[in-house]
């Protein structure tokens, strides 16, 4: 009898005891307070995520930049503004839970004033703040050294604008196809390597239409940048050229090649002046040709890339190769 009463007194406690831990409010407060937790560290981790986008888009963000004619570097091209957007990024990485910078989502802003927008103007770099560089092949002469040059260009992936004298495009029309067919962009030097600074306006009109005919006829293609041979000009040279729709273009860094330096002492040089936004003049001869693939992988060690004038003088902000 005892035992029996025994043994259901043990069944009654065990049974309470159970209920209790069931029903005790510290034991549910605990399992409260971890479900909390749980939850506070979820929302811990997106507001990290959130906070980590917040504090990249500090580093990214930009203001658009006008064109503006600077009072030294003359004529300079705007450059887009970047913005993140937050609540898109934060959408893009929330199902993952981790921060990802390549699913960045941002924005490009255009700027309100453009280069077309400014006076005719010559120009003689991008914009400042713009990782590119240009190479600006003058070609008037120097015919052996432009194969070379090309196949350079070709091997890492390198396309520059080739400003050819109409004359020279007259007499060499294969070696214009050649340059043309290798996706370079082809501008204007004049018609017959003229001091146009020395020359009448009407002079000046027909030099720079002719090539422009010429060119036209041999590469069916229409220059929109004029280099003036040596560089030599005023301001109507500037005036004559936009009034046939084409932008004066200068340079900010030039190899001097025409003298034949030494081709190690001449990248040397050039590599120690590049800065963004850098349009290097060169010609087609011994010079340029043996120091060219040195001068490139330089140019990208710098963390610059390389266009023609065109892809310089756009717009477009070039973004950090970790967001797409």
Not at 65 to 78: L, S
Not at 153 to 172: A, E, Q
Not at 177 to 188: L, V
Not at 277 to 300: D, N, Q, R, V, W
């Amino acid at each position: 009898m005892k035992n029996t009463i025994l043994h259901w007194s043990i069944v009654i406690l065990i049974i309470t005891a159970t209920a209790f831990s069931v029903h005790n409010p510290f034991t549910s407060t605990y399992i409260e307070s971890i479900k909390a937790q749980s939850t506070a560290v979820s929302q811990m981790e997106s507001n990290s995520i959130y906070q980590q986008i917040k504090d990249r888009a500090k580093e990214l963000n930009k203001p658009p930049q006008n064109a503006e004619i600077d009072p030294v570097w003359k004529a300079t091209p705007g450059y887009n503004g970047l913005v993140v957007d937050m609540d898109a990024s934060f959408k893009a990485m929330k199902k993952a839970n981790k921060f990802d910078e390549k699913k960045l989502v941002v924005k490009q802003i255009k700027p309100s004033v453009h280069l077309d927008n400014l006076p005719a103007s010559p120009i003689y770099r991008g914009n400042p703040e713009k990782p590119m560089v240009t190479l600006l092949v003058n070609v008037a002469w120097g015919n052996e050294h432009l194969p070379g040059m090309l196949q350079t260009m070709k091997k890492h992936n390198v396309k520059s604008t080739f400003f050819l004298d109409g004359s020279w495009v007259k007499k060499n029309p294969s070696l214009a196809k050649m340059i043309a067919e290798e996706d370079h962009e082809i501008g204007n030097h004049a018609y017959s390597h003229p001091d146009l600074k020395k020359m009448t306006n009407a002079r000046i009109t027909e030099e720079l239409k002719q090539t422009n005919e010429v060119i036209h006829a041999t590469l069916d293609k229409s220059p929109k940048w004029f280099a003036p041979p040596s560089g030599s000009y005023r301001n109507d040279v500037v005036q004559i050229a936009a009034d046939l729709d084409m932008k004066t273009i200068l340079w900010s860094v030039d190899t001097i090649d025409w003298r034949n330096p030494d081709p190690e002492e001449m990248v040397s040089r050039v590599l120690g002046k590049v800065h963004p936004g850098a349009m290097i003049l060169m010609h087609p001869t011994a010079s340029s040709s043996a120091g060219l693939e040195k001068l490139i992988k330089g140019i990208k060690e710098k963390g610059y890339s390389i266009g023609t004038v065109s892809d310089l003088m756009d717009e477009e902000r070039l973004l950090p190769k970790t967001i797409k």
